[in-house]
């Protein structure tokens, strides 16, 4: 089913009951509420997503019975007065259908002459629903705001509040408390006081009359009667009726508030990588929440159903590939909170905390690369950059007694590589849009042009640069996207022979006859990224890279000894794999496509699931012993104020695990046998070399089509080039129509994407569902196909 979107109509005020432990008054709370506005001549409605128990004490029976006309209606009822996950273990009721069927319930009523609209949980915050999960969880998509039923009795302050923390924990916002007054527990003052100071209401309310004796031949009746007298009463005290008005003035500030975001935040924010001018408030996308792989967005997309003021908008840049593990991830939460309570900041200069300690040590396993024994913590990849090209260029120095003072010393790359906005790393790009106007950036390197992978009517193909054909051969095609990584195989063709022949010519040209030093290899191993998605031929990679390595001679000709290289040979070898790293190809690092161990590696983006900024710097013990002196000045003087945060170092560590804990125990078996060679040929092996979460199928469906020149996929990446006459790149245009097309979207869900100029991508999270995935390629098919 599809994904429901958080709920906010215009017509509808609709809330969800939660209680601070099981037995606390919910439904008589909700009886209230329901009475005071149908008492108002508004319609109320009341919906029990799941129930347990006998009909006759169903709390929609209770409702009917004494709600004044409210109307009701539960979706699952089982007659075992049970928890729901036991109930319902018989019948199979998915979470998301769960969740959806309630979205549409209150949709149809906003369409209708229904006001107000409560709906019920079962037991306490954290009770399971009918699949185990927490309802806390189980119900975030809707973000419904939360009338908060307190506990009374004795223990019931500490409930009260624990309830209220995990709810906030999970993004949802809190309206209003109410609870019954217990003159001896004296519950409700101290909680009144608490929920004041958060500037939430609470409401007590007297405690309903209790049940006659079951030996009262009349009890049902005594019982009925006293029950429509306290409801008669309670549901016209003026506080309940000033907090009725309150929930009805905070859902219309709701919606004008999100209806003004776009306009102020033309008048007020610079954004990154726009050209403001031209721009109007309906471009920029208003986003209430984020959950899964999904915004909640704001007057976006179709305009058939005008009840539905927010929308499911699926991220598909990842947020700008940061995404990993769903947006609002309540584990990652939780971790957060813990490393915030434990820690806050701590200052990293000569001390050390835990969850930086544990960081370090995890991801060494991870990466699992004998040469690299230290890390160095920064906040993103662009200054994770900075410090690795520092610690190359003065590796390379030290090495060939180079002064880099007196001399420029460059570094080696690839065409349309980024590496970050820093001014350092600016320089180890060629000229391009995103540095030429910069006024400082001067372009230290050569960037070699290289072979590039895609698939093109239905066949992967490597298609050389036309002004290289001579040099490195014709265009290939290859019979799967595995064979292109099969470089053991590939490595003793006439191709590895041609693409080793071409990198040592040109270096030995560049330094021989040119007389350019350069003290680094920097690659985004496989994908280049900001760059316009460029899948690199991996055999280009791994050849340039074995030259680096296996010719030192070629960087110093005219030293007559310079210093023993224990680790690394010819230059440091530096892997930019802040976009590529960590799963996003579907491996733990992109530098195993290439059966390479780097010098020198950066991770961040992935590192934390998409929840907090960090990065990571990992070194070989030789480049870390270049800083050895006894100078201070010699050391490797970087650092902001918030290296190893602990709060991201915390959430590093168990986003980490999680992914492990993924890659180890299937959850990505469904895509991996899509993408198996078995799966074409019944001989074949059952692991691909490479795999993806987007369908075989859609690729070869793309490739085909009028308008696409190209496409390609590898772990969550979809890249989709446009034909373009005026020949692409980043300041293209032809990618703007499919852009606008899924920005409409279908049903039941529209897209937020990225282009870089002729090229649409799309990225998926780790935790992203198949069945979401089926429906974005539908999308994308009706679009281009």
Not at 273 to 293: C, L, N, Y
Not at 309 to 325: C, I, K, M, N, V
Not at 461 to 470: F, Q, R, S
Not at 507 to 528: S, Y
Request: include cysteine; hydrophobic fraction near 35%; glycine fraction near 8%.
């Amino acid at each position: 089913m599809a994904p429901a979107g958080a709920g906010l109509w215009r017509t509808l005020r609709a809330h969800q009951v939660y209680g601070a432990n099981t037995d606390v008054g919910k439904t008589i709370v909700s009886t209230v509420l329901c009475n005071a506005v149908q008492r108002q001549k508004q319609r109320a409605a009341f919906l029990k997503p799941v129930s347990t128990g006998s009909l006759d004490e169903a709390d929609d029976r209770h409702l009917k019975r004494y709600g004044a006309g409210t109307l009701t209606k539960c979706l699952y009822q089982f007659d075992e007065p049970v928890s729901p996950h036991i109930a319902a273990k018989e019948k199979s009721i998915q979470d998301d259908d769960l969740v959806a069927s309630i979205h549409k319930t209150l949709s149809d009523w906003a369409r209708t002459d229904i006001d107000f609209a409560l709906v019920e949980t079962a037991g306490g915050v954290h009770s399971p629903g009918p699949n185990g999960n927490s309802q806390a969880d189980l119900y975030r998509p809707l973000r419904l705001p939360i009338v908060l039923v307190a506990d009374s009795r004795l223990g019931g302050i500490s409930s009260s509040i624990s309830a209220y923390e995990s709810l906030l924990l999970r993004g949802y916002d809190i309206q209003s408390v109410l609870l019954f007054r217990d003159e001896y527990y004296q519950n409700h003052e101290y909680l009144g006081n608490f929920f004041r100071n958060k500037s939430i209401p609470l409401v007590p309310l007297p405690a309903p009359p209790a049940k006659p004796s079951q030996t009262d031949a009349n009890s049902q009746a005594r019982d009925e009667e006293a029950m429509s007298a306290y409801y008669q009463q309670v549901s016209q005290e003026s506080d309940i009726l000033r907090l009725l008005e309150e929930m009805n003035v905070k859902n219309t500030k709701r919606i004008e508030h999100l209806e003004e975001m776009a306009g102020r935040a033309q008048d007020l924010i610079w954004y990154p990588f726009t050209q403001h001018q031209g721009m109007r408030p309906k471009d920029i996308t208003v986003i209430d929440s984020a959950h899964g792989d999904y915004f909640q967005t704001f007057g976006s997309g179709r305009t058939d159903n005008p009840d539905s003021e927010l929308r499911p908008t699926f991220d598909g840049s990842a947020s700008w590939w940061t995404q990993g593990l769903g947006h609002g991830n309540p584990e990652l939460s939780l971790s957060a909170a813990y490393a915030a309570g434990r820690y806050g900041h701590v200052m990293f200069a000569g001390t050390v905390h835990e969850p930086a300690l544990l960081l370090a040590d995890n991801l060494l396993k991870t990466l699992d690369n004998p040469r690299f024994t230290k890390v160095f913590y920064t906040d993103n990849g662009s200054t994770g950059m900075e410090v690795a090209i520092k610690m190359g260029l003065r590796a390379s120095c030290d090495r060939y007694d180079w002064d880099a003072t007196q001399e420029q010393i460059s570094i080696l790359g690839l065409k349309g590589s980024y590496h970050g906005d820093t001014i350092g790393v600016m320089d180890c790009a060629e000229p391009s849009t995103y540095n030429q106007k910069v006024e400082w950036y001067r372009g230290r390197g050569h960037w070699f042009d290289f072979p590039l992978v895609k698939m093109v009517d239905g066949t992967w193909k490597i298609e050389v640069p036309a002004e290289l054909k001579a040099e490195l051969g014709p265009d290939a095609e290859f019979g799967s996207l595995g064979s292109v990584f099969d470089l053991n195989t590939r490595l003793n063709t006439e191709a590895g022979q041609r693409y080793k022949k071409y990198i040592r010519k040109t270096i030995e040209d560049l330094v021989q006859r040119h007389g350019m030093k350069f003290g680094a290899l920097i690659l985004e191993p496989v994908i280049l990224g900001a760059g316009g998605m460029l899948f690199c031929d991996p055999l280009f990679q791994r050849c340039l890279t074995d030259v680096v390595r296996d010719h030192p001679e070629l960087f110093s000709p005219n030293a007559s000894s310079p210093k023993a290289a224990p680790s690394w040979s010819g230059l440091p070898v530096i892997f930019d794999e802040v976009f590529t790293g960590l799963y996003r190809l579907g491996r733990p690092t992109s530098a195993s496509f290439l059966d390479v161990h780097p010098d020198i590696a950066v991770n961040a983006k992935l590192l934390t699931g998409g929840l907090i900024p960090l990065c990571a710097t990992v070194a070989s013990q030789e480049i870390f012993d270049t800083f050895s002196s006894p100078e201070k000045s010699d050391a490797l003087l970087h650092g902001h104020s918030y290296t190893a945060h602990a709060v991201g170092c915390t959430v590093a560590v168990d986003s980490l695990k999680t992914m492990s804990d993924m890659d180890g125990n299937g959850s990505w078996d469904q895509f991996k046998t899509d993408w198996s060679p078995k799966a074409a040929d019944p001989a074949g092996s059952s692991t691909p070399e490479a795999w993806s979460v987007w369908s075989q199928r859609l690729l070869q469906d793309l490739s085909c089509a009028e308008s696409v020149e190209s496409v390609f996929a590898i772990g969550t990446v979809l890249s989709i080039s446009l034909r373009d006459a005026q020949g692409g790149g980043y300041t293209s245009n032809a990618a703007k129509g499919l852009q606008q097309r899924l920005a409409i979207g279908g049903d039941q869900f529209n897209v937020h994407s990225r282009v870089l100029g002729n090229v649409l991508y799309l990225m998926s999270s780790l935790t992203s569902k198949p069945e979401s995935l089926r429906e974005m390629e539908s999308m994308l098919r009706a679009s281009l196909v």
